[in-house]
Structures are given as structure tokens and as C-alpha cells.
């Protein structure tokens, strides 16, 4: 089946009962079962719930995976593949330039388990490589990273980690299966803060893990029951509704965020413009190869903390709010949001300045956002 297809009916059939065509909110925490030791295959909810089963069938169909797994948040779900991966003595790669929630787990968290981290610029596949040890057991990327939108080869990585017997874990968050599919790239694993663009419309938070490997889908699914971090009937009902309009909504976002960051290239408060999109995006011909769009997040320069703070007061249409992947366009802060947990020091060498502005370009008019974002610089 198409993308299209399969976003608005894989793992959904029409509910046996009543045909309903939407899947049903099975709102309930356990199921009467028949007689003792005999039940319809549902014994309580933290481990069977069909919602939140139509959703993992659909998402495993989207990504490609033999599986998918659905949590409460993204970092319940990127918390739940370091459980599946890593043990006390092993060795993980992660992206330098990685979402700060996800270094804020690494660094204050998981590393305390005797667990060590080597941050590197992964699009530099020697850098990669030169990481590597005998206990690395993990490289895990983003691509685009967030929020400096650089571009790592995941075929390349793979290639390289594979060959080490290392699995490659990749946060497609911003791309979307309907833009990127990292496991047609030779990746094992694919995670998503569902709350973003899977969802896209502000009223949900989850996490979902998609799987390439058999045996890594089934102890996860272990660990997604016995750590309990599940995610709940009504954000997985959410979530399938969100996906049903995915690819139209991706289409727009792709639209309009090209269309803004050719505008921005042309403003003189603008100091740099980070888009994949752009020709001269060092990342521009890597992405147009493993990447259908370029998506819906940009970043730019205003050059200082108070051009970015008098910006970002000055937006009305633009909401200044966390988060991203939405049909309203946000607009944010990273050295003081997003990646606030992340040291100045570190925040410094990847270039997330304190005059770095990040947008997630919404599906309003386009004509409309940059009129908004023209009248804050004025």
C-alpha cells in the first residue's frame, strides 16, 4: 500500500462489535475473562490494550519494522531502548548535537548505571568510527539534529557500527517515516517523541520505539510491560487520528518552512539561516538523498540574546511555546528551553548560541507567518 494508504488504515480494521471504522478508546484496566485460566488473549492493560495496539501495528507499518512498541513520552520510549541495549560497562555514541532531554538522560541518568557516552559530530563518519570501542553497544543519532539541523548519513553509520556488532538507534522525530525511513537505511531501531508531528496538534505526549530485529522487538516489548512506562488508550486514539492527515500536513510544513527560510536568508538582522533545505546547507545533497523533504524546523541567528528576546516578544502569531511538529507555528528559545540542561561550554562548540532562534513552522498560511515574523523585526 501507499504512505497515504497505510497511515489512515494499517492496524486498523472496523471495530467487530459495532463496525465502528475508528478504533476505540478502550478505556478500561483489566478484562473479564471467561473462566479460570481461559481469556480473549487480554488480561490487563498495562500489557494489552487495543488502542494502543492499533497504533503500534500502524507505526511498525510505517517505519518498516517488525515491530513497534508504543510509551508515555519520548523519553520514556528513548529510556526504554537504553534498558533493551545497554548494561553496567558498556559504551554508547550519541550526537553532539542532540535534543536536550536526550543528554539530560544520558548524562545525569543512565551514565550513573556505569554506562559511558562519547559525544561526537556524527555526519563526520571518521569521527564515528574513531569513537568506537569494544564494549560500544549503542550509536544513537539524530538527523536533522535539534536544533542545528545538521545531517548525518545513517547508511554510512550503520555500515561502520555494524561492523562492530553495534546497534544504530536514530530519532526521526523531525523527518517522520512519511519523510525519512532510517531502517530502510540500515538502522536497527527509530524512535519518536510522538507528541511532535506524529500527533500534530498539540494535545498529546508519547514516545514510540520501531523495530528492524525480531529478537530486539520482543524484549522490548518485555521491557515495555515489566517497566510499565505505557502509553495511554486516549493518547494512543490521539495519536492515530494525527497520523491519518500525517503526510498532508507534512506536505504544507515542508512548503511553508522553505518558503520562510528563503525569506530569513534575505533578512539583515538574519546572521544564518539553518535548513536543509537551502543550497548551501552543508547537509543540502546528503539530505535530498535519504530524505523525501526537508521538514518543518528551522533555525537562525539573530546574533544576540537581546535581539532574540526583543524578536521573540515582539511575534504574535508565532507562538513562543516548546515543543515542535504542530499545525501552529512555535517558536523558541533553545539555550534557554530546549536545551537548557545541556552546559554553556557544550552549547558553545555546537553553536547554539544565545542569539538562536528555532521556528516548527506550522500548516497557517505562509503569507501570513512571514508577515508576522516581518513586523517583529521592525
Known amino acids: 500500500m501507499g504512505f497515504r494508504t497505510d497511515a489512515i488504515h494499517a492496524g486498523q480494521e472496523p471495530d467487530p462489535s459495532t ?43 510505517l517505519e518498516g519494522g517488525v515491530a513497534a512498541y508504543a510509551f508515555a513520552s519520548g ?46 559530530n556524527t555526519p563526520e563518519l571518521q569521527a ?39 546497534r544504530v538507534v536514530v530519532d526521526n522525530t523531525f523527518m517522520t517515516p512519511y519523510l525519512q525511513r532510517p531502517l530502510d537505511l540500515d538502522a536497527d531501531i527509530v524512535v519518536h517523541s510522538t507528541t511532535k508531528y506524529l500527533n500534530g496538534h498539540s494535545d498529546s505526549v508519547g514516545g514510540v520505539v520501531a523495530l528492524k530485529r525480531a529478537d530486539d522487538a520482543e524484549q522490548l516489548k518485555f521491557i515495555q510491560n515489566a517497566a510499565g512506562a505505557i502509553l495511554s488508550p ?41 535548513y536543509p533545505g537551502l543550497p548551501e546547507h552543508p547537509g543540502h545533497n546528503l539530505a535530498r538523498q535519504q530524505m523525501k523533504g526537508f521538514g518543518g524546523v528551522i533555525a537562525f541567528d539573530l546574533g544576540s540574546l537581546d535581539a532574540a528576546r526583543r524578536f521573540l516578544g515582539r511575534v504574535r502569531l508565532c507562538a513562543l511555546a516548546e515543543s515542535l511538529g504542530a499545525v501552529e507555528t512555535l517558536i523558541s528559545h533553545p539555550a534557554t528551553m530546549t536545551h537548557a ?32 515574523l516581518e513586523q517583529a523585526f521592525k
Open 234 to 274: 486516549f493518547d494512543s486514539w490521539l495519536i492515530l487520528r494525527g497520523i491519518k492527515t500525517l503526510p498532508l500536513r507534512m506536505d504544507v510544513h515542508n512548503t511553508n518552512a522553505m518558503q520562510i527560510a528563503t525569506w530569513l536568508t534575505k533578512q539583515k538582522q538574519v546572521t544564518r539561516v539553518l
Open 75 to 120: 523519553m520514556a520510549a528513548t529510556t526504554a531502548i537504553t534498558q533493551l541495549l545497554l548494561k553496567q560497562g558498556d559504551h554508547a555514541i550519541c550526537s553532539e548535537n542532540v535534543y536536550g532531554g536526550t543528554f539530560r538522560l544520558f548524562d545525569k541518568i543512565v551514565r550513573h548505571y556505569g554506562i559511558e557516552f562519547t559525544y561526537v
Open 128 to 166: 564515528v568510527e574513531k569513537a568506537l570501542r569494544p564494549q560500544t553497544r549503542m550509536v544513537f543519532i539524530e538527523t536533522p539534529t535539534n536544533p542545528m539541523m545538521a545531517i548525518t548519513d545513517i547508511r554510512g553509520v550503520s555500515a561502520i557500527a555494524h561492523k562492530m556488532n553495534c
Open 19 to 61: 463496525g465502528a471504522i475508528i478504533t476505540p478508546i478502550f478505556q478500561t484496566s483489566t478484562y473479564v475473562q471467561e473462566e479460570l485460566g481461559k481469556h480473549k488473549g487480554y488480561e490487563y492493560a498495562r500489557t494489552q490494550n487495543p488502542t494502543r495496539f492499533a497504533l503500534e501495528k500502524n507505526i511498525a507499518t
Open 341 to 372: 540542561s545541556v552546559p554553556p561550554e557544550s552549547r558553545a562548540k555546537i553553536g547554539i548560541t544565545d542569539g538562536l532562534v528555532r521556528i516548527s513552522v506550522g500548516v497557517e498560511e505562509v503569507e501570513d507567518l512571514i508577515a508576522d
